[in-house]
């Protein structure tokens, strides 16, 4: 369910080089410039993660994130985007993709919970 007050969300899906999923989490977790880093931006809530295995074996991280305002999101961004700031992050990150993330932003509407 979505944290009170999020008007906001993105489902950004990473796929995985083989055998690298735990580090992955691992260096979201630990690295200065992972969730950490995230979690210090402006309107930043909540992120879950989740780990998809294909039939083929391949995996994909899934992450959930919750913000406050839609306009949170692309200030964020760009300073992910900024290459200087992140070459740290990219050196150590890149090798355990398969592939570039694919983000879907969108606004929060609503949340449901049992």
């Known amino acids: 369910m979505a944290p009170p007050n999020c008007n906001a969300m993105a489902l950004v899906s990473v796929p995985l080089a083989a055998g690298k999923a735990d580090e992955a989490l691992a260096l979201f977790k630990d690295h200065e410039f992972g969730i950490k880093y995230t979690m210090s931006m402006k309107g930043a809530v909540q992120f879950d993660f989740g780990l998809e295995t294909a039939e083929d074996g391949s995996e994909t991280m899934h992450i959930f994130e919750y913000w406050h305002e839609v306009e949170d999101y692309p200030a964020y961004l760009a300073k992910r985007g900024d290459a200087e700031l992140m070459k740290d992050w ?5 090798p355990c993709l398969a592939g ?3 983000i879907k932003w ?7 919970t049992n």
């Open 90 to 94: 990219n050196a150590v990150f890149g």
């Open 106 to 112: 969108f606004p929060h509407r609503a949340a449901y």
């Open 100 to 102: 570039p993330p694919v």
